[in-house]
C-alpha cells in the first residue's frame, strides 16, 4: 500500500498518532508563567521528554509560551500546541535530556 494509504480518511491522523512520542502519567502542581508574565499553578497530568499536558486557568491559544519550572530540570520554555476546556498541551524549545528526564519522574512520583 504504500504511502497510499494515506490518501483514505482519517489515515493520516492515524498514522501521526503512531508516531506520537509516548507520554507519562503524572499529578503535580507546578509554577509558571504566562505569555503576560502573569504567574500560574498549573497541575501537569502528563509528561515526556519533549512536552506536557496540564489544567491551566486562563484563555490560551497556540502559539502562546510559557515558562514552566519543572523539579530537577529547572525552567523550561514550553510552545501551547493546542488548549481546550481548561486544558493544554504544550511542546518543549529545546527537550529534557533523558537521564535528566528519568530523574524528574522520580521526584514527581515521590510527591
Given at each position: 500500500m504504500g504511502d497510499r494509504a494515506l490518501t483514505y480518511p482519517g489515515a493520516r491522523r492515524a498514522y501521526a498518532d503512531q508516531r506520537a512520542e509516548d507520554r507519562d502519567e503524572v499529578h503535580f502542581r507546578a509554577r509558571a508563567f504566562g505569555p503576560d508574565a502573569r504567574a500560574l499553578s498549573p497541575v501537569?497530568?502528563?509528561?515526556s521528554p519533549h512536552g506536557l499536558m496540564?489544567?491551566?486557568e486562563g484563555a490560551f491559544a497556540a502559539g502562546d509560551?510559557?515558562?514552566?519550572?519543572?523539579?530537577?530540570?529547572?525552567?523550561?520554555?514550553?510552545?501551547?500546541?493546542?488548549a481546550l476546556g481548561g486544558r493544554i498541551g504544550c511542546?518543549?524549545?529545546?527537550?529534557?535530556?533523558?537521564?535528566?528526564?528519568?530523574?524528574?519522574?522520580?521526584?514527581?512520583?515521590?510527591?
Open positions: 501537569i497530568v502528563n509528561l496540564a489544567r491551566c509560551r510559557l515558562r514552566v519550572t519543572l523539579p530537577v530540570v529547572g525552567v523550561v520554555v514550553a510552545e501551547i500546541r493546542w511542546q518543549f524549545e529545546q527537550g529534557i535530556d533523558r537521564a535528566s528526564y528519568y530523574e524528574l519522574l522520580s521526584s514527581v512520583m515521590r510527591r
